[in-house]
């Protein structure tokens, strides 16, 4: 890369990409395949007052903070975004966000719907991708598969999945979640088509 070439790289302001869709329906095996094959690409890592799940780790999937840290934080508007989801709170650091854009770098969120939403609102400019299940019947399958909710929190999942998917044409681009390579050369190929 020239000088030149690099110069303007540094004066380059990021672009935000915003993965997004219902429960279970693999936005975090989409995240991290995409994640380590994109060059400069960076997750900035919600919080979230829920317990962590098996083989989820601090500071890797998630913060995770009380409701009282969140809800102080929440008060000081340092979320970018923010939601209350199956019960528990959700949020991203504006912060952390802004730092990295700024830097020039790409940054990655998956987020759910409503904060999907938020971010349309605040940074026009971004990048909104829904991932779809090939059906209800499908993410309820996955659902039942992660093991980690009751039969009461997946009724409800499925109940905000059927909403959420109502809003698919507020979305820049919607990737079919059937198959998991397909669908992370999917988004693949539309991240890369903003980083020409």
């Known amino acids: 890369m020239s000088e030149r070439e690099h110069e303007k790289k540094q004066r380059r302001r990021g672009r935000l990409f915003v993965l997004a869709g219902p429960s279970g329906v693999g936005k975090g ?32 999937d998630y913060r995770f903070i009380s409701k009282q840290e969140f809800e102080d934080r929440e008060k000081r508007g340092l979320f970018l975004e923010h939601a209350a989801v199956h019960g528990n709170f959700y949020g991203t650091l504006r912060e952390d966000v802004e730092r990295e854009l700024a830097a020039g770098r790409d940054v990655l969120l ?8 938020q971010i349309r609102g605040l940074l026009p400019e971004s990048v909104l991708i829904f ?23 997946i009724a409800l999942r499925l ?11 507020a979305y820049d681009h919607v990737v079919l979640n059937d198959t998991l390579e397909r669908a992370s050369e999917d988004l693949r190929g539309i991240i890369a088509s903003y980083r020409r």
């Open 131 to 153: 991932v779809s299940p090939p059906s209800i019947a499908v993410l309820e399958e996955r659902l039942r598969r992660r093991e980690t909710e009751s039969e009461e929190q």
């Open 29 to 60: 095996t989409l995240r991290m395949r995409v994640l380590s094959d994109i060059d400069g690409l960076v997750y900035s890592i919600s919080c979230t007052t829920r317990a962590p799940r098996d083989g989820e780790r601090e500071g890797t």
């Open 159 to 169: 109940a905000n999945a059927k909403r959420e998917m109502e809003c698919i044409p």
């Open 110 to 117: 998956e987020i759910d719907v409503q904060g999907a939403q």
